[in-house]
C-alpha cells in the first residue's frame, strides 16, 4: 500500500461533512476556520501514474547522495562522540535522557530534515499536531471539544523515540509517497538508508535533535491513517501528540477494545512500541474530576480552560513582576521569556479572559506590560 499525503488547498472553499473528516480533511470548528497544517492522506495499492509524473526520481536520489557525500566525514565519525548526553526534568516525575549533537551535526540533520519535508515534500497525518508549524496542544484539544465529547482515552507509546528503529523507519518510508518511489530504486533505497541513519544514536532516535521529532510524524503516517480512519467511522476523535494519544467520542466507549485496536495497529506493521496500561486513563468531562488534554483542561461544559491553579498562579507572577519592576529590580530574561510564553500560551487558549486580566493589572498598577518586559531586556 501506498500513503500519499498532500495540503487540504482544495477545501478552501467547501462546507466539510463527515465524509471529509473521515478522509482525513482538517477542520477547527471552534476555530471557523481550516487548521493551516492540515493534511488529506489516501491509500492507493499501487502509486498513481499521475503523482509518478510529478516527481523526478533520479533528481531526489542525487540530492540525498550529495548530501551523504558532503558530510562523509560525520558518517565516519565516532557517532557518541558528536553528542553530549544529559537529563533534565518531567514535569510528572523522573528524567528524561536528552543527546544534544554538536553544532555541525545538528546543522547537518535540520539540512536533512528540509531535503524530506520541502525537497521531496514528506508531509504529516492531519491527527499529527506535535512539532508542526502551526500547531499546538490547544488546537488538539480543540477537535475533542468541537465533537462534544465527553468520554476520554487518553494513553502512550513506551520508548517513542529510543525503540524506533532504522529498520522500521525504512520500512514505513517504502510506504510513503514519494519516498516509496525512491525505494524501489535500489541506488535511492541505499542512498536514503544512509542519510536517514546519520539521525540514529545506539540503534534510535537521540531525543535533541530537529530530525527524530519530524521523523516520527511522517513514519506514523500508516499508523495515524488507519487509527484515524477505524476511530473515524465510529463518530469517535484521534488525535496524536508526539507519542501522547487521545480518543473521544459523545457516547461511552468500551476502553479496552479501543486499546485493542491500537495494539493490533502497532502489530500490524512491526510497531516498536508498546501502549502503556499504567499511563491509560478512561474518564468522561462530565465527572467532577477534572479532564486534562495536554496541559489544557476541557470542563464539563466542554470548554477549554487552562485550569484554575495555573489562572491563581499566573495572577501571582503578574503582581510579582509588576512589583518589582516597580521597585527597580528586573527579572532575569529566561524568568522573563517563561512568563511571557506562558501569557502567550494562555492566551491562545483562553484569550478574553487572560486579555482582560492582564489590562485589569495595567490599570491598577499603572504600568504597561510592555516597558515592564522592555525594561528587563535591557537591563
Same mark, same amino acid.
Given at each position: 500500500m501506498i500513503?500519499?499525503?498532500?495540503?487540504?488547498?482544495?477545501?478552501?472553499?467547501?462546507q466539510i461533512t463527515w465524509? +471529509?473528516?473521515?478522509?482525513?480533511? +482538517?477542520?477547527?470548528?471552534? *476555530?471557523?476556520? &481550516? $487548521?493551516?497544517?492540515?493534511?488529506?492522506? &489516501?491509500?492507493? =495499492?499501487?502509486? #498513481?501514474? !499521475?503523482?509518478?509524473?510529478?516527481?523526478?526520481?533520479?533528481?531526489?536520489?542525487?540530492?540525498? =547522495?550529495?548530501?551523504?557525500?558532503?558530510h562523509s566525514n560525520l558518517f565516519e565519525a565516532n557517532r557518541k562522540s558528536l553528542y553530549r548526553h544529559f537529563y533534565i526534568a518531567k514535569k510528572k516525575g523522573g528524567l528524561r535522557p536528552i543527546d544534544q549533537p554538536c553544532d555541525e551535526l545538528q546543522l547537518a540533520l535540520l539540512? @536533512? =530534515? !528540509?531535503?524530506?519535508?520541502?525537497?521531496? $515534500?514528506? *508531509? /504529516?497525518?492531519?491527527?499529527?499536531?506535535?512539532?508542526?508549524?502551526?500547531r499546538s496542544t490547544a488546537q488538539s484539544a480543540y477537535k475533542h471539544q468541537a465533537n462534544k465529547s465527553n468520554w476520554y482515552l487518553k494513553t502512550d507509546f513506551s520508548g517513542f523515540f529510543p525503540n524506533t528503529t532504522i529498520d522500521?523507519?525504512?520500512?514505513?518510508?517504502?510506504?510513503?509517497?514519494?519516498?516509496?518511489e525512491i525505494c524501489k530504486v535500489e541506488e535511492g533505497k541505499a542512498e536514503l538508508r544512509k542519510a536517514l541513519s546519520l539521525g540514529f544514536?545506539? $540503534?534510535?532516535?537521540?531525543?535533541?535533535?530537529?530530525?527524530?521529532?519530524? @521523523?516520527t510524524n511522517a513514519i506514523m503516517i500508516p499508523l495515524d491513517h488507519e487509527l484515524f480512519n477505524?476511530? %473515524?467511522?465510529?463518530?469517535?476523535?484521534?488525535?496524536?501528540?508526539? !507519542?501522547?494519544?487521545?480518543?473521544?467520542?459523545?457516547?461511552?466507549?468500551? #476502553?479496552?477494545?479501543?486499546?485493542?485496536?491500537?495494539?493490533?495497529?502497532?502489530?500490524?506493521?512491526? %510497531? #516498536?512500541?508498546?501502549?502503556?496500561?499504567?499511563?491509560?486513563?478512561?474518564?468522561?468531562?462530565k465527572a467532577s474530576t477534572s479532564n486534562w488534554i495536554l496541559g489544557c483542561n476541557l470542563n464539563k461544559d466542554n470548554n477549554?480552560?487552562?485550569?484554575?491553579?495555573?489562572?491563581?498562579?499566573?495572577?501571582?507572577?503578574?503582581?510579582?513582576?509588576?512589583? +518589582?519592576?516597580? /521597585? $527597580?529590580?528586573?527579572?532575569?530574561?529566561? !524568568?522573563?521569556? /517563561?512568563?511571557?510564553?506562558?501569557?502567550?500560551y494562555y492566551m491562545m487558549i483562553e484569550k478574553e479572559y487572560f486579555t482582560k486580566l492582564v489590562k485589569h493589572f495595567e490599570e491598577k498598577f499603572h504600568v504597561k506590560m510592555d516597558d515592564v518586559f522592555k525594561a528587563s531586556m535591557s537591563a
Amino acid at each position: 500500500m501506498i500513503y500519499i499525503t498532500t495540503r487540504q488547498k482544495e477545501y478552501q472553499e467547501k462546507q466539510i461533512t463527515w465524509l +471529509d473528516i473521515i478522509n482525513g480533511v +482538517d477542520y477547527d470548528e471552534n *476555530l471557523g476556520t &481550516r $487548521g493551516s497544517a492540515g493534511t488529506i492522506t &489516501r491509500v492507493y =495499492k499501487e502509486t #498513481p501514474e !499521475d503523482y509518478i509524473r510529478k516527481i523526478n526520481v533520479p533528481y531526489m536520489i542525487d540530492v540525498l =547522495k550529495s548530501f551523504n557525500e558532503n558530510h562523509s566525514n560525520l558518517f565516519e565519525a565516532n557517532r557518541k562522540s558528536l553528542y553530549r548526553h544529559f537529563y533534565i526534568a518531567k514535569k510528572k516525575g523522573g528524567l528524561r535522557p536528552i543527546d544534544q549533537p554538536c553544532d555541525e551535526l545538528q546543522l547537518a540533520l535540520l539540512e @536533512l =530534515k !528540509d531535503i524530506l519535508a520541502e525537497k521531496l $515534500g514528506i *508531509l /504529516h497525518h492531519t491527527a499529527a499536531f506535535a512539532y508542526v508549524t502551526g500547531r499546538s496542544t490547544a488546537q488538539s484539544a480543540y477537535k475533542h471539544q468541537a465533537n462534544k465529547s465527553n468520554w476520554y482515552l487518553k494513553t502512550d507509546f513506551s520508548g517513542f523515540f529510543p525503540n524506533t528503529t532504522i529498520d522500521f523507519a525504512m520500512e514505513m518510508m517504502s510506504k510513503i509517497f514519494p519516498a516509496s518511489e525512491i525505494c524501489k530504486v535500489e541506488e535511492g533505497k541505499a542512498e536514503l538508508r544512509k542519510a536517514l541513519s546519520l539521525g540514529f544514536l545506539n $540503534g534510535g532516535l537521540p531525543q535533541g535533535t530537529k530530525l527524530s521529532p519530524w @521523523l516520527t510524524n511522517a513514519i506514523m503516517i500508516p499508523l495515524d491513517h488507519e487509527l484515524f480512519n477505524y476511530f %473515524a467511522h465510529k463518530r469517535m476523535v484521534y488525535t496524536r501528540y508526539a !507519542d501522547d494519544i487521545c480518543i473521544s467520542c459523545v457516547q461511552r466507549f468500551n #476502553p479496552k477494545e479501543t486499546v485493542k485496536q491500537m495494539e493490533d495497529v502497532l502489530k500490524k506493521y512491526g %510497531a #516498536p512500541w508498546q501502549i502503556k496500561p499504567e499511563k491509560t486513563q478512561f474518564l468522561t468531562n462530565k465527572a467532577s474530576t477534572s479532564n486534562w488534554i495536554l496541559g489544557c483542561n476541557l470542563n464539563k461544559d466542554n470548554n477549554i480552560t487552562v485550569g484554575w491553579e495555573n489562572k491563581k498562579l499566573f495572577k501571582t507572577m503578574t503582581t510579582n513582576i509588576i512589583m +518589582d519592576y516597580k /521597585h $527597580g529590580n528586573t527579572w532575569p530574561i529566561e !524568568d522573563v521569556q /517563561h512568563y511571557r510564553g506562558l501569557m502567550s500560551y494562555y492566551m491562545m487558549i483562553e484569550k478574553e479572559y487572560f486579555t482582560k486580566l492582564v489590562k485589569h493589572f495595567e490599570e491598577k498598577f499603572h504600568v504597561k506590560m510592555d516597558d515592564v518586559f522592555k525594561a528587563s531586556m535591557s537591563a
